[in-house]
């Protein structure tokens, strides 16, 4: 049930001004998304500006929810003018057995693909495909959140949800800021924010935001991108940037069940023409972006990325786009060797020309350690990293680094320096009760045929022949530079991610480390090698 309370201070034994219950009439259910979940409920009631002020106090089964103020309306809703927080039927405290700690994880039920990644404002907004569950269902909606550190998350509202009679809900898309009103959709002194979704059956839809993202409207004209253009049914995953040079907005997506890459442009956001194609092979959430080389801005490449299955992780490949079509300089490369990265994006607008990459960091529900008994929530994203082009002697690579934001997470430090390790000897670095850690390790090769790290009992390998590092049955290439591997370890409550050499390697792991092991350690096998440095870095909760 819902109370409308008069303005003034709350007092306990107030009489409600109104009582509604699930009978409400469809004058004052403007939105209601979705009803069978249970575990959500969103609101948009009808409000005008320079209305009283009333306190709305939302009752579930006896239980205050959520409280929010709103100007009310004497009956029919004349404009919007709301500030809807969002009404949960169940809380967190971010503090469950295995909630990521300094990984961004949806409050409730389940979290997939990455959405909406764009910067106004100062704030860095995320969104995520998720549903009320913790196993994937449809109906999906769009989660939503906002950041001025990429770290610290404050939930808004659902962004998109399913339209009326809808069973599928939004797919996967981007958005982008309309600096130049180019679409006409702004109205009020903030930059317009425009979303692009994907509405299965349909094509690729627009919604957009005129209040710093806080409240979304779907475009009356959608799709703006018909299937019986794009051609399947499932043709998805939109991504839009501005390219200057032509003066125009530029989509990607990916078509023909995924067997195709494509290019559209557009001066308005709204209309949208072919511009060019490109053949994949089973790709999912594209995306393109511009980078320097070696911090260069005189010599600039563009990366071309998506995500493969099987295994279910990024590619990318580097070449020339001019505002038509994309020509490939390199053959295309995998970046992250992990199994459990996926649908990564970049942040549209990332202030000081950052570009910002965030991906989903999946785990599958079918295997024993995937399941995890009594967490209202599933799935998480991985750490947002910083992409750079640099120089090799084998030619340029897209290296990916977590954002120095993260340092700022750093409390006490625990590290040696200048130790050689004799075949067969680990040595104890650190125990960190919380066993949240950002690890700085460098190695000098000698003799050993492997050494690593074991962290909370798991054992990151560097194999000397081969040049590989192993972690939890995955490999990875990671060439020795003038003689050295170096690494850093980033360790949550279920995910272990690890760079190498500055960036050139990732591998982003699912981990859920036994809770009696904290310790840190350094080993050698079958020869020595000497740890020039390691720092290991206790992290503080971003929920604390």
């Known amino acids: 049930m819902l109370y409308f309370m008069p303005p003034g201070p709350k007092m306990d034994g107030v009489k409600p001004i109104m009582r509604c219950t699930s009978g409400l009439s469809s004058k004052w259910w403007a939105l209601l998304f979705p009803a069978r979940a249970a575990l959500r409920a969103f609101w948009r009631f009808p409000v005008s500006r320079g209305a009283l002020l009333a306190l709305l106090a939302i009752i ?33 405290n971010y503090d469950e057995l295995y909630r990521p700690q300094f990984h961004y994880s949806a409050p409730r039920g389940f979290l997939a693909d ?24 449809a109906p999906v909606h769009w989660g939503h959140a906002v950041s001025t550190d990429l770290l610290h998350w404050r939930e808004l509202p659902v962004a998109v949800g399913p339209d009326p009679g809808d069973d599928n809900g939004p797919w996967s898309g981007g958005a982008v800021v309309d600096s130049r009103n180019t679409s006409g959709l702004q109205a009020g002194p903030e930059k317009l924010l425009v979303a692009f979704y994907t509405k299965p059956h349909s094509g690729i839809c627009l919604a957009y935001s005129n209040d710093r993202g806080r409240t979304w409207q779907k475009y ?5 991108l018909s299937i019986s253009v794009t051609g399947s049914w499932d043709d998805r995953d939109p991504a839009v940037f501005w390219h200057e040079p032509t003066k125009r907005w530029v989509m990607l997506l990916t078509e023909s069940g995924l067997a195709r890459m494509s290019f559209y442009g557009s001066t308005d956001l709204k209309k949208w023409e072919r511009l060019s194609s490109l053949e994949a092979l089973r790709v999912d959430c594209p995306d393109i972006f511009e980078l320097p080389t070696d911090g260069n801005p005189l010599i600039r490449k563009w990366v071309l990325w998506a995500s493969f299955f099987r295994p279910w992780t990024g590619r990318y490949s580097i070449g020339n786009f001019d505002g038509t079509r994309y020509i490939r300089e390199d053959e295309i490369r995998r970046p992250d060797w992990g199994r459990n990265s996926f649908a990564a994006r970049t942040w549209s607008g990332a202030p000081e020309g950052r570009v910002i990459q965030i991906a989903w960091l999946w785990h599958t529900l079918t295997s024993q350690e995937g399941r995890l008994p009594g967490m209202p929530f599933s799935q998480q994203m991985g750490i947002p990293c910083e992409l750079s082009l640099r120089t090799f002697p084998d030619g340029i690579r897209l290296c990916r680094w977590p954002v120095r934001e993260v340092e700022s997470l750093r409390t006490r430090s625990d590290g040696l320096t200048n130790v050689v390790l004799a075949s067969g000897q680990s040595r104890a670095i650190a125990n960190v009760p919380s066993g949240l850690v950002d690890i700085e390790a460098e190695f000098e090769l000698q003799d050993a045929a492997e050494f690593g790290l074991r962290v909370r009992g798991e054992e990151v390998a560097y194999n000397v022949l081969d040049c590989l590092l192993k972690v939890r049955g995955d490999s990875g290439p990671l060439e020795p530079v003038k003689n050295r591997v170096s690494l850093r370890l980033l360790v949550d409550r279920m995910s272990l991610e690890i760079f190498g050499n500055g960036g050139r390697f990732s591998m982003s792991n699912y981990f859920t480390p036994p809770q009696d092991n904290t ?9 020595s090698v000497r740890l020039v440095s390691i720092k290991v870095h206790e992290l503080r909760s971003v929920w604390r």
């Open 60 to 92: 579930v089964h006896g239980t205050g929810v959520s409280e929010l103020a709103a100007g009310v309306s004497g009956g029919e809703a004349k404009t919007e003018d709301t500030t809807n927080k969002v009404a949960r039927l169940h809380d967190t």
């Open 519 to 527: 310790g840190i350690e350094a080993y050698a096998v079958q020869g």
């Open 220 to 224: 009356a004209g959608n799709p703006v």
């Open 114 to 137: 990455p959405e909406m990644t764009v910067y106004y404002a100062g704030e860095y907004h995320l969104g995520y495909l998720g549903c009320d569950t913790v196993e994937q269902r």
